[in-house]
């Protein structure tokens, strides 16, 4: 595909509730990101992989949160026991390589609502 | 953690009129990001810079490193170039210098 894609686009989720998120990245990119934007706030880092390796996992608010990149290119974020607060939209990020000066093509994002 | 500033918050401007939005950050960075984020989430990167000054069409970025600011400029604004700007700084090599940082963001409205 041209670009990262993120499915579902929107999510309404009852508290409680598991969710999975899905990231497309563009093929042959290297290193994913997850970032959580809430409100009229700028996106937060989640987590960050290089090929399957989750290399940095740090921005994960809770436990609740998981993701993983199997295979080294789609990228599934999961939400355990969703609460109010995980209401946010999730963007995905891919670069073509892991060093500092690649740029980072975004996803369309996922706009979770947690009921 | 590098703490990344943006003004204004919110600007309004007349359609043909210059824009400019500034951002500041703490600490040392290898590149600066400035991202257009339009209603319905979907992030597009508009210039990634380490120094200097680019310029694609009507949008002009430039950086200061030595006073660790940046500004993007838009040029006879047009009501298209509604969106929110986000800056994003990356940090210098090191640990986590694949994170980006972002700004709050500045919501540009530009009216007919």
């Known amino acids: 595909g041209a670009g990262v894609s993120q499915s579902p686009r929107y999510k309404v989720a009852k508290r409680g509730q598991d969710v999975a998120l899905r990231c497309d990245p563009i093929?042959?990119?290297?290193?994913l990101f997850w970032y959580q934007q809430a409100l009229g706030q700028g996106p937060e880092f989640l987590t960050y992989?290089?090929?399957?390796?989750?290399?940095?996992k740090s921005g994960l608010p809770s436990d609740r949160f998981f993701a993983e990149r199997p295979e080294g290119s789609v990228s599934t974020l999961k939400i355990q026991r969703t609460q109010q607060e995980d209401s946010a939209v999730y963007l995905c990020?891919?670069?073509?390589?892991?060093?500092?000066?690649?740029?980072?093509?975004f996803g369309p994002g996922t706009r979770l609502t947690v009921l | 953690k590098n703490e990344v500033e943006q003004s204004p918050q919110n600007l309004t401007a007349q359609e043909g009129e210059f824009i400019t939005i500034n951002c500041s950050y703490s600490?040392?960075?290898?590149?600066l990001h400035w991202l257009q984020q339009h209603p319905g989430g979907g992030i597009v990167s508009l210039f990634m810079?380490?120094?200097g000054k680019k310029k694609h069409g009507r949008l002009i970025a430039t950086i200061n490193i030595q006073e660790k600011h940046s500004s993007l400029h838009i040029t006879a604004s047009h009501p298209r170039d509604s969106a929110v700007y986000i800056c994003?700084?990356?940090?210098?090599?090191?640990?986590?210098?694949?994170?980006?940082?972002f700004g709050k963001g500045t919501k540009l409205s530009v009216i007919p």
């Open positions: 990020a891919s670069s073509l390589a892991r060093g500092t000066y690649n740029e980072q093509f």
């Open positions: 093929s042959g990119h290297v290193s």
């Open positions: 992989f290089q090929n399957e390796a989750q290399l940095d």
């Open positions: 600490v040392g960075i290898s590149a």
């Open positions: 810079l380490s120094s």
């Open positions: 994003a700084v990356r940090s210098n090599p090191g640990a986590g210098s694949y994170q980006l940082t």
